[in-house]
């Protein structure tokens, strides 16, 4: 029987830091009894350790047991064994265990790359002929300034993919890039030496903030010079088929100008300059072009607070009617926090931060496309030491209530039964719930970097290892990555390019608790919330994948990288 692969045993399957937790969750009826880890060819055992008890999982109720073998620390490569069940796949215990994925993980957004040849040399087997050249791109009806009328054209090229569709929206690039940008902030050290293999690699600037400034320069595009409002986003009227880039042909259009999408903007040009101020060198002028971008479309929002993207009434109103994604959000409250905390941080002036109520009420929402409160919580704890009073005054309830949402998370954490703080409840298994475990992830290192302590940095690395394997679907949601991992994503390169392997690096949106209700894929195996999934290119709503899942898994996977020795037992 061991000598049987088994999918009831659930692991990382990329592997464990040596002095780290290390936890595999048995699924399935079974004896009391010892597990052994073995090295792969089954001949040798290393480690010798006692299953838990059986617990009935949260949702499923499935009987599963813990195998826990944080005290084997040796190097190597080996296999979990579990009398009567089989084994498991193989996985590695060793220092920059997840390096490759931190680093594949960016490189995912390098594949998403518009408006460019990926060549062989960066790209591999998935080497393709660029898509989306955007350099003729049309003002849709919707979007008209007396400068730029309807039906004329402006060249908007570069930016990534948003997700496994064709078109690029400002809302959803916001956050993708305020968490991108930030993770280089959180951790310079560990960037600045991370080589993707893109074209920019060894020009002095870290990898991550030249994968960053292909969609910075297209961001930059999106604003109307005139009055400094920015277009919600550029797209076809309606979603391509499954096609290549290169195949795509449909008209191109910027649609309608928006709050979310002005104030998400003001945020990433406020950081990016920030960031790019440093790299006045390799890039003359870029620091002051963002923020003189940040600044006009901050005070474009001020004159238009309330601009909601409604495609609907949209649609009632302006030709061609425009079907693809819409982002749509009419709470603006958190997107006002986020530009004022960037503009703020990086102009030191007290206006910004003034003009915005810091603290409206004690909530602590996790990111989401529509609510980015906390991403401008997070930049102001990074630069505590150097806020002005009228922002320091609050610093100390922002860090309470951070430290309080991070001990929320890990409540029960400890006893669950796949021991990862992703799964408290049902309403962790939302669409893209795997950028829920990321995002909770960051919260968890913001408050071990406030605290130093360290059961905040097991607790945000045991969901890089539900990400990873340890999960009810028993996938790797991270393509490329683990034995089982995901193979048929959404995503209409991986769909159309005739090659086996998904492109890596992207990570699945995972179990959906409504996903089959949503996209009616008949392909679903199980109707429990956090099994609702299914590795089929039909499912947009459990196996899609998106710049603002993989962006958050970017950062949680680096802040593991480099606070590796931290997390020891
Ligand atoms: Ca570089
Ligand atoms: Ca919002």
């Given at each position: 029987m061991e000598q049987q692969l088994s999918e009831n045993i659930r692991l990382n399957q990329?592997?464990?830091?040596?002095?780290?937790?290390?936890?595999?969750?048995v699924v399935g009826e079974m004896e009391d009894g010892e597990f052994y880890v073995k090295t792969p060819d089954l001949q040798e055992t290393v480690y010798t350790g006692q299953l838990t008890a059986t617990k009935a999982g949260e949702f499923s109720n499935r009987p599963t047991r813990v195998a826990d073998f944080s005290n084997y620390k040796e190097p190597g490569s080996y296999v979990l064994v579990i009398p009567g069940i089989g084994h498991s796949y193989e996985f590695e215990i060793d220092r920059d265990v997840h390096k490759d994925v931190a680093a594949a993980s960016i490189k995912g957004f390098y594949y998403q790359r518009m408006s460019t040849d990926l060549p062989e040399q960066y790209a591999g087997k998935w080497a393709r002929a660029a898509g989306h050249p955007d350099n003729e791109v049309l003002i849709h009806p919707s979007a008209v300034s007396t400068q730029r009328p309807a039906g004329s054209v402006i060249s908007a090229p570069r930016g990534w993919y948003d997700a496994g569709d064709y078109n690029k929206y400002i809302v959803n690039s916001g956050i993708s890039m305020g968490t991108l940008l930030s993770a280089y902030e959180d951790f310079p050290g560990f960037y600045k030496n991370l080589e993707l293999n893109i074209p920019e690699s060894g020009n002095n600037v870290p990898d991550i903030l030249d994968e960053a400034l292909w969609n910075l320069r297209w961001m930059m595009a999106m604003q109307d010079p005139e009055d400094g409002g920015v277009y919600n986003k550029l797209t076809n009227p309606s979603f391509e088929g499954m096609i290549m880039p290169a195949e795509a042909s449909k008209p191109r259009y910027v649609v309608q100008k928006g709050t979310a999408a002005t104030l998400d903007f003001a945020a990433v040009m406020a950081q990016a300059s920030r960031i790019f101020s440093n790299y006045e060198s390799e890039f003359p002028g870029l620091a002051d072009s963002a923020l003189v971008a940040a600044v006009k479309a901050w005070s474009w929002a001020q004159r238009n607070p309330n601009v909601d993207y409604d495609q609907n009434a949209m649609n009632?109103?302006?030709?061609?009617?425009?079907?693809?994604?819409?982002?749509?959000?009419?709470?603006?409250?958190?997107?006002?926090?986020?530009?004022?905390?960037?503009?703020?941080v990086t102009t030191k002036q007290d206006t910004y931060y003034n003009e915005v109520n810091m603290l409206p009420?004690?909530?602590?929402?996790?990111?989401?496309?529509?609510?980015?409160?906390?991403?401008?919580?997070?930049?102001?704890?990074?630069?505590?030491?150097?806020?002005?009073?009228?922002?320091?005054?609050?610093?100390?309830?922002?860090?309470?209530?951070?430290?309080?949402?991070?001990?929320?998370?890990?409540?029960?954490?400890?006893?669950?039964?796949?021991?990862?703080?992703?799964?408290?409840?049902?309403?962790d298994y939302i669409w893209g719930s795997s950028s829920v475990a990321a995002n909770q992830g960051i919260v968890l290192i913001q408050a071990y970097q406030l605290t130093d302590n360290k059961k905040y940095l097991?607790?945000?690395?045991?969901?890089?290892?539900?990400?990873?394997?340890?999960?009810?679907?028993?996938?790797?949601?991270?393509?490329?990555?683990?034995?089982?991992?995901?193979?048929?994503?959404?995503?209409?390169?991986?769909?159309?390019d005739g090659i086996e392997e998904p492109v890596p690096g992207l990570l699945s949106g995972g179990p959906n608790a409504r996903a089959d209700k949503q996209d009616n894929c008949t392909t679903y195996q199980s109707s429990f919330a956090d099994e609702m999934f299914t590795d089929d290119d039909c499912s947009y709503a459990s196996n899609e994948i998106a710049i603002n899942w993989n962006a958050p898994f970017v950062y949680l996977a680096g802040a593991i990288e480099a606070l590796q020795d931290r997390a020891a037992l």
């Open positions: 990329v592997g464990y830091y040596p002095n780290a937790p290390k936890m595999a969750v009632k109103q302006f030709k061609p009617e425009v079907s693809t994604g819409g982002y749509g959000d009419k709470d603006y409250s958190d997107e006002f926090i986020w530009a004022a905390a960037e503009l703020y009420d004690n909530k602590m929402p996790l990111p989401s496309w529509p609510q980015v409160r906390l991403l401008g919580y997070y930049t102001l704890n990074r630069f505590s030491s150097e806020l002005t009073p009228a922002a320091q005054k609050d610093l100390p309830e922002i860090q309470k209530r951070l430290v309080s949402f991070a001990d929320e998370l890990i409540d029960g954490a400890d006893t669950r039964t796949y021991r990862t703080v992703m799964g408290k409840t049902e309403g097991k607790a945000a690395l045991s969901n890089l290892d539900y990400l990873l394997g340890r999960n009810a679907t028993g996938y790797s949601f991270l393509t490329g990555f683990g034995e089982k991992s995901v193979m048929k994503p959404h995503h209409r390169p991986s769909v159309a």
